[in-house]
């Protein structure tokens, strides 16, 4: 015999003095602690406590030992109108705009070709990769003997007069050098990241858009570049930060020479505290670090959510 409730009946008595079911506390593994401990005493010892007291020494008159006194501001203000250090930043910041757009420009299209319908793609992709794992320094150093010996042997043996003399040489020219070596260094990482942004594109619309008569020109502008736009700015942002802490390349190839002319900002620093600027440099170091670290929350802000995390 069937039964039949009837509506709006109370629910049953054991149900509805049930007390509400218990959130499970999530117990950290002790594992956890045992491996992140350790870290942060070492990030704490090694990277965060140094870095205090060089901003504790930028306002004082310290030249790394002995005694010091406190002279506030005075290493910031004397900074900030020091030409030296104008034309140090002004370097390194036209250095890391020009690589970021030459790498950028150079990935994105070596990106597109290894991901079409090429024959041996996957051997291509491995050989631009392989700059990536060489040393910056063992990269400059050949290079440097490419620019100053190599390249003008081959000038002079062609008759080409504006490749006899090594561009290194030139307070004007030796610029571009660096300029070259850091993007072939450079280039494997973003070309990587440009072919995982490729690879996320869906053919279908690349088939509509061939039915529709688009151009390979509008597919790119219209298509591919809206679509990875997020994977473009990483490259440029990270690109840019990095290149603003180039040090390897530079010191192998012209050794921030002729004169000053391409010392980056690091290495006025490291310059600086051979000299005895030690206090001078800390701040020169501190104002550099927020540079980079506002550049990196830049990064954070525009990359959230831009790449599909």
């Known amino acids: 015999m069937a039964t039949t409730v009837e509506r709006g009946a109370p629910p049953d008595a054991g149900t509805r003095d049930r007390p509400p079911p218990r959130k499970r506390s999530r117990r950290v593994d002790r594992t956890y602690h045992l491996f992140l401990v350790p870290v942060l005493i070492l990030f704490s010892v090694c990277i965060t406590l140094p870095a205090a007291m060089g901003i504790f020494y930028s306002f004082t008159d310290s030249i790394g030992f002995g005694e010091y006194e406190f002279v506030g501001l005075n290493n910031y203000l004397v900074l900030f109108s020091d030409p030296a250090i104008l034309s140090v930043y002004g370097f390194t910041l036209g250095f890391a705009l020009c690589t970021v757009v030459l790498v950028n420009v150079v990935a994105l299209g070596l990106a597109l070709g290894l991901t079409g319908r090429i024959r041996a793609r996957v051997t291509l992709r491995t050989v631009f990769v392989l700059p990536m794992v060489v040393s910056g320094i063992i990269i400059a150093f050949v290079f440097q003997f490419v620019f100053s010996h190599t390249i003008p042997a081959a000038g002079q043996a062609l008759g080409i007069g504006p490749l006899e003399e090594s561009i290194l040489a030139d307070p004007d020219l030796a610029w571009i050098s660096i300029v070259l070596v850091t993007a072939w260094q ?3 990482q973003a070309l ?3 072919i995982a942004g490729l690879m996320t594109v869906p053919q279908d619309v690349y ?8 151009s390979a020109w509008n ?8 679509l990875i736009s997020g994977f473009v700015l990483i490259n440029v942002i990270i690109g840019f930060k990095d290149f603003l802490a180039a040090y390897e390349i530079i010191l192998g190839l012209t050794d921030g020479g ?3 002319a391409t010392r980056s900002v690091t290495m006025a620093i490291f310059a600086g505290f051979e000299d005895g600027d030690y206090a001078y440099q800390m701040a ?3 104002v550099f670090f927020l540079i980079t670290l506002a550049i990196a929350l830049v990064q954070l802000r525009l990359t959230r959510g831009r790449t599909g995390g």
């Open 186 to 188: 450079a280039m494997p």
């Open 192 to 194: 990587l990241i440009y």
């Open 207 to 214: 088939e509509a858009a061939g039915i529709d008569g688009a």
């Open 219 to 226: 597919r790119l502008r219209h298509i591919t570049l809206p």
């Open 258 to 260: 002729p004169g000053t």
């Open 284 to 286: 020169n170091s501190t």
